[in-house]
């Protein structure tokens, strides 16, 4: 009997599967182009035989728009001569619907039956707007390749070549990051193909740097979006060790007993409330070419579940508590992205791992924790952890290095998510020269930073209990700013802080055509990366002043 129930089990999935190839075929078959007028028949752009499925190979091409006209790239034109003008007879029939970010699928013009994304590049050269911030002819060329290859992949397509527009490392980084998908727990039978991506014309090596940039981007989406029952910081140091060692990155893993010998109280009083144990990660990438000197140092929080601590968060905050990991990834990432392009340039990070958990063991508000330096801070939110692990952080790494610049990354207040938007991440610098060198960077790649003001005004709140040091909160709404007093007060070198929230979590709504707006960003690896690869190729490596001169971002 039981023989018998399994045996028709099998048979009818057996059934309900070829009932939806079959309905799969009938709808690829059916995909009608958008026509200026509707009350016209719409012509049918998608010439898929009806004796089998389509072509699981496809290329993106770009399209330039001049007013109501369009023109082709050199790609685009040269595959037009060869269909004998079908991408211009195409290209009229969908002139009403195609702008910058979209993208339509033809199947009749090349000869191997594969598809064509028809992608919009914006104007061929787009007016600079320094008030923007951005290069605009670059970041158009990320938002059409990635509608592009996001419109292929969605229809099956495993095989893509991409026009590169001029721009191949910008076509590059976008084609990996559209391509990505996050399915570590997806059943082997609803997995997605990995798609294999290829350049049309262009320079190769620019190419190759912008698919080293999408792909380690892409890991730092992947540490983020994985569950923190899963990416603990056991997990965390684990995926560390298992990536960065073999690219020749020094990989140190340093348990709660060394962490309690250093006497760092403020990142185990976070750590406390939770039965994970605490670690704390020291990487080191050292080039041959520039093995002497003073480092760049990089601190990041690894919270890799924040749960407010007895501050509880909501619900809905609590969703994205897996991504407050996010300056650990990015910097780890960027690691990455240095150690395959041989960047020359010596960089160290400093991150601590651990989780904000509620338990009768966790931080109370009213409590009072000293730093590594002898600080001693009151507790008044047990929602703002980061800045106290990255306090023993840049204390134990200024104090162990002697870096030439200290740059911090973290996902530390909702408030500069409230002022950008998601539009950019926040910026506070002590020196001017490396924040010109990083605004460069966020236009180069696209992600932009902003600078908000690090002035005493804000200092004075957290300072103004005769009782201690210092407070983690104070009473000023400008949660920010709060934040990079309180940190400026660990710093002696020049230094940048980096405050990632708004940018690095859930892209949501807003997400350009590359990013999938219901996962992790990772965002700003690239920014982040360019920065320290832009600093290494001027010439600008740290020397014995222990710090970074004007001449190094001009």
């Not at 399915?183 to 082997?188: G, V």
């Not at 000197?293 to 897996?322: H, I, N």
């Not at 650990?328 to 989780?355: D, F, G, Q, W, Y």
């Not at 966790?362 to 801070?377: I, P, Q, S």
Request: proline residues 5%; hydrophobic residues 40%; neutral net charge.
């Amino acid at each position: 009997m039981a023989f018998t129930k399994l045996f028709f089990s099998v048979r009818l999935l057996c059934i309900e599967a070829n009932f939806a190839r079959t309905v799969l075929r009938s709808y690829s078959g059916t995909l009608e182009a958008p026509a200026c007028n509707k009350n016209e028949d719409k012509p049918k752009t998608d010439k898929t035989s009806a004796s089998g499925p389509p072509s699981r190979k496809g290329v993106v091409l770009g399209v330039y728009e001049e007013g109501e006209k369009f023109s082709l790239t050199p790609a685009a034109e040269e595959i037009n001569q060869k269909s004998g003008g079908k991408l211009c007879k195409h290209l009229n029939e969908l002139s009403c619907e195609l702008r910058l970010g979209k993208s339509f699928v033809v199947t009749d013009v090349v000869t191997d039956g594969g598809s064509v994304a028809l992608a919009s590049l914006g104007p061929r050269d787009p007016p600079h707007d320094p008030q923007e911030g951005l290069d605009e002819a670059k970041e158009n060329v990320r938002v059409g390749v990635g509608a592009g290859v996001s419109c292929l992949r969605s229809r099956g397509v495993i095989d893509i070549a991409v026009d590169v527009a001029g721009h191949p490392r910008a076509a590059a980084e976008a084609a990996h990051l559209a391509a990505w998908t996050f399915q570590e727990f997806k059943s082997t039978v609803g997995r997605k193909s990995e798609v294999r991506l290829s350049a049309l014309g262009g320079d190769r090596e620019e190419w190759s740097s912008g698919v080293v940039l999408g792909e380690s981007q892409n890991w730092a989406r992947y540490l983020c979006d994985m569950p923190a029952n899963v990416m603990t910081p056991a997990g965390l140091a684990q995926e560390a060790l298992d990536v960065l060692c073999p690219l020749g990155v020094q990989v140190l893993v340093r348990e709660r007993k060394w962490a309690e010998a250093q006497r760092m109280e403020t990142f185990l009083s976070v750590a406390r409330g939770s039965c994970e144990p605490p670690l704390l990660l020291e990487c080191h990438y050292r080039p041959e070419a520039d093995a002497h000197g003073p480092p760049v140092l990089l601190a990041a929080t690894g919270v890799t579940f924040d749960s407010g601590g007895l501050c509880l968060k909501s619900r809905t905050q609590m969703s994205e508590g897996r991504g407050c990991m996010s300056g650990a990834a990015v910097v780890l990432a960027a690691l990455r992205a240095l150690a395959l392009a041989k960047a020359a340039i010596n960089v160290s990070a400093i991150i601590p791992l651990c989780e904000n958990m509620v338990s009768g063991q966790c931080l109370k508000v009213g409590d009072v924790v000293t730093v590594l330096n002898g600080t001693r801070v009151q507790i008044e939110d047990t929602d703002m952890e980061g800045r106290l692990l990255l306090a023993d952080a840049l204390v134990y790494g200024q104090t162990l290095l002697k870096p030439a610049l200290v740059l911090d990354v973290a996902a530390l207040t909702q408030g500069v998510a409230l002022a950008t938007g998601g539009g950019a991440f926040g910026c506070f610098s002590n020196s001017d020269s490396a924040w010109s060198g990083l605004r460069g960077a966020g236009a180069e790649t696209g992600d932009r930073p902003w600078r908000l003001p690090l002035w005493a005004y804000y200092g004075r709140d957290i300072q103004a209990d005769p009782a201690v040091d210092l407070k983690n909160r104070g009473s000023c709404t400008a949660s920010p700013c709060v934040g990079a007093a309180f940190l400026k007060n660990f710093i002696c070198a020049d230094w940048m802080h980096l405050d990632i929230t708004g940018v690095s979590k859930l892209a949501h709504a807003r997400a350009p055509p590359y990013l999938d707006p219901l996962r992790m960003t990772g965002r700003p690896t690239r920014t982040l990366a360019t920065f320290l690869t832009n600093t290494a190729g001027l010439g600008a490596r740290p020397g014995s002043s222990g710090k970074l001169g004007n001449e190094t971002f001009k």
